[in-house]
C-alpha cells in the first residue's frame, strides 16, 4: 500500500494523480466536518489518521466520534488509523464497521512490547511512527532494537507494517 497525503492533490503536479494509492487525511489538520467531506470525495480509497492523545499543535478539531460518523458514509474510506495504540484495551476501544480496518499506529514503547497482544485482535495493518517512538525510547539502541521487533513481529505475522519513506516539499 502506498498512500499519500490529501494535500498533495492540491498540487497541480499531483491533480489527476492515476497511480493507484490510498489518499491519507490525517484529521490534525482538518477544520470542520464539511472539510473532511470535501477530501472523502476523491476516488481513492481513503485512510483516515486520528490524533489520539495528540499534544503538539494542530490539535485536532473534529472528536473520533464525528470522523468515524462521517467515515461510515464514505464507502472510500478502507481504513482508519488511530495514534497512540499501546495495549489491547486501546485497540477494543476503537471498534470499526466490517469494511473499515482499524490501523493501530506504534509509537511508544509500550505498543512495541504489547504488539503480539495487539496482533492478536485480528489486526493486519500497523502504522509505525518512527519520529514519536524514538522520542518515546530517548535511546538510539533501544529505538533501533524496537523497530527492528516492529519490522520482525509484522513479518513473522504477516501483518502490512506502514512506515514513512520520503517526504514531499513545495514552494506552494
Not at 470522523?67 to 477494543?92: G, M, T
Request: proline share 5%; with cysteine; charged share 30%.
Amino acid at each position: 500500500m502506498i498512500l499519500i497525503s490529501n494535500h498533495l492533490l492540491t498540487l497541480p503536479q499531483f491533480a489527476n494523480i492515476s497511480i493507484d494509492v490510498v489518499i491519507r487525511i490525517n484529521l490534525s489538520y482538518v477544520r470542520s466536518e464539511a472539510e473532511l467531506e470535501r477530501f472523502l470525495t476523491v476516488p481513492n480509497y481513503v485512510f483516515l489518521d486520528y490524533p489520539k492523545d495528540r499534544t503538539k499543535p494542530p490539535e485536532p478539531v473534529l472528536s473520533y466520534e464525528t470522523a468515524l460518523r462521517i467515515a461510515k458514509q464514505h464507502d472510500n474510506v478502507k481504513y482508519f488509523a488511530v495514534s497512540n495504540i499501546e495495549n489491547v484495551e486501546d485497540v477494543e476501544e476503537y471498534k470499526m464497521p466490517e469494511r473499515i480496518k482499524l490501523v493501530p499506529k506504534i509509537e511508544t514503547i509500550e505498543g512495541v512490547q504489547n504488539l503480539d497482544k495487539i496482533l492478536n485482535c485480528g489486526i493486519k495493518y500497523i502504522m509505525l511512527d518512527a519520529e514519536d517512538l524514538y522520542t518515546d525510547c530517548g535511546d538510539k539502541d533501544i529505538f533501533l532494537e524496537a523497530k527492528t521487533a516492529v519490522q520482525e513481529i509484522c513479518k513473522e505475522r504477516e501483518v502490512q507494517l506502514l512506515e514513512l519513506y520520503g517526504v514531499v516539499f513545495s514552494d506552494l
